[in-house]
């Protein structure tokens, strides 16, 4: 017994190390430590059971493709709508369209799967998500607050951004791993206990569930949103939007923002962003031409 335990503990050990390593095979590093639990007497049934877990580390660390990082995100928008409704706004969802199309053909990852789309939020909560799937949703309240076309592209910018960072994929991929990491050392338990950990090894099962609730719910974490902000400046002075209307966006959040809900759960604070971004606005020497979008804002935005 003293001999499988060593062994058992020299693989976590191993799993954990390799957990974040995209160049071996997990199957290939543990099989040489599962061969000699097997051979062991009496400790079959434990290697089959550490070798099944293995695999399932092996297919959690395998990248995420563009069908699958597409369909996570369908599900995690379907989840915000079974919130929210969708408003029934066609021009201005058709106008917010080709503002997140100009800005994402001019962003380092202009397609994806099934492409980039928009729609609009019936709430008046002050709010807008972004699925890895591309979908974007801006709550009829943020729309509201908007006072020129460089703001709003300010906040479909910083939601491309969360999109092209892959934040809500990290979050699942550590998910996965962690899942399956769980799992195994569980197996493993519960072949030494004759299955009284057996039990535990169910509990991880809705963890993909759990972190996209959390990541609707409380938001990504302020270095992702501080990230976020960033390449949104990026993409919008590649574009010919004034970078500086982000902090126009910021200071209209500051004002309206006043009840426990929408950006102010799941973003840090406006003066926090504000703050963060006061030293990047010198890499940018943009000509204002907002004033030459002002008319077709007003009126789109006047029948909202």
């Given at each position: 017994m003293k001999k499988i335990l060593t062994s058992v503990c020299g693989l976590f050990c191993m799993i954990f190390l390799l957990s974040s390593c995209k160049t071996v095979g997990v199957l290939a590093a543990v099989g040489g430590i599962v061969g000699e639990i097997a051979g062991i007497e009496g400790s079959t049934e434990m290697a089959e059971s550490i070798?099944?877990?293995?695999?399932?580390?092996?297919?959690a660390i395998e990248k995420i493709d563009p069908s699958q990082e597409y369909y996570i995100g369908r599900a995690v928008a379907a989840q915000i709508l079974s919130k929210y409704e969708l408003a029934n706004e066609p021009e201005l969802e058709k106008y917010l369209n080709q503002i997140c199309g100009a800005l994402v053909l001019n962003s380092e990852?202009?397609?994806?799967?099934?492409?980039?789309?928009?729609?609009?939020?019936?709430?008046d909560e002050i709010n807008a998500f972004a699925t890895s799937g591309g979908h974007i949703l801006v709550?009829?309240?943020?729309?509201?607050?908007?006072?020129?076309?460089?703001?709003?592209?300010?906040v479909l910018a910083h939601e491309i951004a969360h999109i092209q960072l892959e934040h809500s994929l990290k979050a699942i991929k550590t998910s996965r791993i962690t899942d399956a990491i769980t799992k195994t050392t569980f197996a493993t338990m519960s072949v030494l206990s004759e299955g009284e950990f057996q039990e535990?090894?169910?509990?991880?099962?809705?963890?993909?569930d759990e972190i996209v609730a959390e990541m609707v719910d409380s938001g990504y974490s302020k270095s992702q949103e501080y990230e976020a902000d960033e390449t949104a400046l990026e993409i919008m002075a590649a574009t010919g939007y004034n970078p500086l209307a982000m902090n126009d966006m910021l200071n209209v959040l500051k004002q309206n923002q006043k009840s426990?809900?929408?950006?102010?759960?799941?973003?840090?604070?406006?003066?926090?962003?504000?703050?963060?971004?006061?030293?990047?606005?010198?890499?940018?020497?943009?000509?204002?031409?907002?004033e030459y979008r002002m008319e077709r804002f007003l009126t789109i935005m006047k029948n909202l």
């Open positions: 070798m099944t877990s293995a695999e399932s580390i092996e297919k990852r202009p397609t994806l799967y099934r492409g980039y789309s928009v729609g609009i939020i019936d709430t709550s009829r309240g943020l729309l509201n607050c908007v006072t020129s076309e460089d703001a709003l592209a300010a535990f090894t169910d509990v991880f099962g809705d963890a993909v426990k809900s929408g950006f102010s759960v799941t973003h840090p604070s406006p003066e926090d962003r504000l703050k963060n971004l006061q030293d990047q606005y010198e890499h940018y020497d943009i000509k204002d031409t907002s």
